[in-house]
């Protein structure tokens, strides 16, 4: 039998695995690995800033929609883009 046929399985409870992307018509954010608890803070330094602000920049027209936002993440992300001048639709 050929290792490339081996398939190995887990049975059983696992922890699952956070992963935050963005996707556009043209192009897409890499995938950011949530290890953890998703704090406010850690939204805003391991996603919004790395990630979300350098492709927001690139593109010339673009609109920012989180899917399914509780409204605390809309305030922060709201926040965010105040600050950094990114214009919100009012």
């Keep these: 039998?050929?290792?490339?046929?081996?398939?190995?399985?887990?049975?059983?409870?696992?922890?699952?695995?956070?992963?935050?992307?963005?996707?556009?018509?043209?192009?897409?954010?890499?995938?950011?690995?949530?290890?953890?608890?998703l704090s406010n803070q850690r939204y805003s330094s391991e996603v919004l800033e790395p990630v979300v602000f350098p492709y927001l920049q690139g593109l010339t027209t673009a609109t920012f929609q989180q899917d399914n936002a509780r409204p605390h993440v809309t305030r922060i992300v709201q926040r965010f883009f105040v600050n950094h001048q990114i214009e919100l639709l009012p």
Excluded at 7 to 33: C, E, F, K
Aim: hydrophobic residues 40%.
């Design 1 to 37: 039998m050929l290792n490339s046929n081996i398939m190995h399985r887990h049975n059983g409870p696992a922890p699952g695995i956070m992963v935050w992307g963005g996707i556009g018509y043209h192009s897409r954010t890499p995938l950011v690995h949530i290890v953890g608890i």
